[in-house]
């Protein structure tokens, strides 16, 4: 059974531009969690996706980031005009639940952007 | 103040110590605690749950939760040089239990 799976590893981007990070959850894994880790920083939560629907986006800025998880294929974290302070490693999340406790989140390797 | 503080340490053991890791929290609605193990360059794998207070064991990791003292800890017994990497306290409150509140990671580095 694969694991999460994301794509990019790696993205490098400049200043302006838009970056697309790539999450497929494990298979049987409706629940999709990304976490966004800054240098010296822990993991923090951004959003939690079912299938087409945005459950919480609590942790996600207001300005230039949006997240999606389409009935069909993988979700997507989508960062316009990058600045530098989006230099991070992005970490996507999935579970099979989330109203049982707490299910296991099992995580990508993340997506480690850098802006120039 | 931050929700969870954890000590970055790095921590240096030689192989076959006890290693005592440990964070504390804030926030008295945190009901799920976990400890997650991160290699360097890969994401974090979960090594021990705990709901509420109470110990829990698995193999050489013994995972404590002191919920009057807001206080978390993972002992290793018998370390090896595999376990060498950044340990994660993680924890959740009931209600939104999905959404994880991390520490910022300790480095353990185990010597053969």
């Known amino acids: 059974n694969a694991g999460v799976m994301q794509n990019p590893r790696h993205l490098v981007r400049r200043r302006g531009q838009e970056a697309r990070l790539r999450c497929s959850p494990m298979?049987?894994?409706?629940?999709v969690y990304w976490y966004r880790q800054l240098p010296e920083e822990g993991l923090k939560f951004m959003v939690y996706l079912q299938k087409e629907n945005i459950i919480d986006e609590s942790g996600m800025p207001k300005e230039r980031f949006s997240a999606e998880f389409p009935k069909e294929g993988p979700s997507i974290l989508r960062i316009q005009q990058v600045v530098r302070g989006d230099s991070a490693a992005y970490f996507c999340a999935s579970s099979y639940t989330a109203d049982r406790g707490t299910d296991t989140q099992y995580f990508g390797p993340g997506t480690r952007l850098t802006v120039l | 103040q931050k929700e969870v503080e954890q000590d970055p340490g790095p921590l240096s053991v030689p192989e076959g110590a006890i290693v005592s890791l440990n964070c504390t929290y804030s926030n008295s609605a945190f009901q799920y605690f976990m400890w997650y193990r991160q290699y360097s360059r890969k994401g974090p794998e979960l090594l021990m749950y705990t709901y509420s207070s109470g110990n829990k064991e698995d193999g050489r990791f013994t995972a404590q939760v002191d919920k009057s003292s807001k206080y978390i800890s993972l002992f290793i017994r018998d370390s090896q040089p595999s376990d060498s990497a950044t340990y994660l306290c993680?924890?959740?409150?009931?209600?939104?239990?999905?959404?994880?509140?991390f520490g910022k990671g300790t480095l353990l580095t185990v010597n053969p």
């Open positions: 993680a924890m959740s409150a009931r209600g939104s239990n999905y959404k994880l509140t």
């Open positions: 298979k049987g894994h409706s629940h």
